[in-house]
């Protein structure tokens, strides 16, 4: 049965830097990779696995390297292959970055606060958010064991101040606190949450309630690249309790919308 499906949330590093990226990660999360951190083995599974659209991330973890990021980002553009860039709030041109997006053809905005150093509501934030607000959608990645950088808090003050900021608060808003961060962000009208690297850790029962919980019109699904991939992430999504009818908001439904492609089936 031919199902669409959109993978919101996988990484994409130029192939200079693949396996060193990837191998810090895998460094940082004790997780296994599914790949090498190649564009190409993304794009392999994306064909095997028949994906219909990928989102593509990247960030800038010094600021000098915001806009090489965004040229290769905007490189990988394709039908299908949709794009978000990179900002830095101590990348002193940001303004002007963010300027290019539209003919960088670059879709929204990814933000990891731990690896670029931080507070999701540190003031530095509040110029680049104001100019985002109602432009382009963010996907922030969330948690952490380490450090309270990205705390669900700190975004429902965000998002508080904000209000027509959409945000993808990664990682179903916690990466592993997922009731806690619920609670915080149930009331946001424009928040999104992703599955990536989320119902990998929790039981099929408690990932489905976390899911209903924030509301299945607001879950997209993901694989984070190359923390998973698609064979193994949708064999875990497939063991959640949810309806087709859910099942497709999740996989897609939700995806085009926030993207504003067509919903033609
Ligand atoms: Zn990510």
């Not at 984070?224 to 064979?231: F, G, I, N, R």
């Not at 992430?233 to 063991?239: P, R, S, T, V, Y």
Request: with cysteine; charged share 25%; hydrophobic share 40%.
């Amino acid at each position: 049965m031919y199902r669409k499906i959109v993978d919101f949330h996988a990484h994409a590093f130029h192939d200079k830097i693949a396996e060193k990226a990837a191998k810090n990660l895998n460094e940082y999360y004790g997780i296994p990779l599914a790949g090498n951190g190649r564009f190409q083995v993304l794009l392999d599974s994306m064909e095997e696995n028949h994906i219909d659209t990928l989102v593509v991330h990247a960030t800038a973890t010094k600021p000098e390297q915001v806009p090489v990021i965004n040229d290769y980002m905007a490189g990988l553009v394709a039908p299908h292959i949709v794009g978000f860039g990179t900002l830095h709030p101590d990348y002193p041109m940001w303004q002007k970055e963010l300027d290019r997006f539209a003919d960088l053809g670059l879709h929204g905005v990814k933000f990891h606060p731990i690896f670029q150093g931080f507070r999701v509501d540190d003031a530095s934030m509040y110029p680049i958010y104001e100019q985002l607000e109602g432009r382009l959608p963010v996907l922030m990645h969330m948690g952490d064991v380490n450090v309270d950088y990205a705390t669900p808090e700190r975004l429902l003050h965000v998002m508080t101040d904000f209000p027509k900021l959409t945000v993808v608060a990664a990682h179903l808003g916690s990466y592993h606190d997922y009731w806690h961060a619920q609670k915080c962000l149930a009331d946001l009208e424009n928040l999104y949450v992703d599955t990536s690297s989320a119902i990998r850790f929790l039981e099929p029962e408690e990932a489905t309630r976390v899911i209903r919980a924030y509301g299945t019109e607001r879950v997209l699904f993901g694989t984070d690249y190359p923390l998973s991939l698609h064979k193994e992430e949708l064999a875990i999504f497939d063991k959640l309790a949810l309806s087709e009818e859910e099942k497709e908001q999740i996989l897609w439904k939700n995806a085009y919308q926030l993207l504003g492609v067509p919903m033609e089936k």
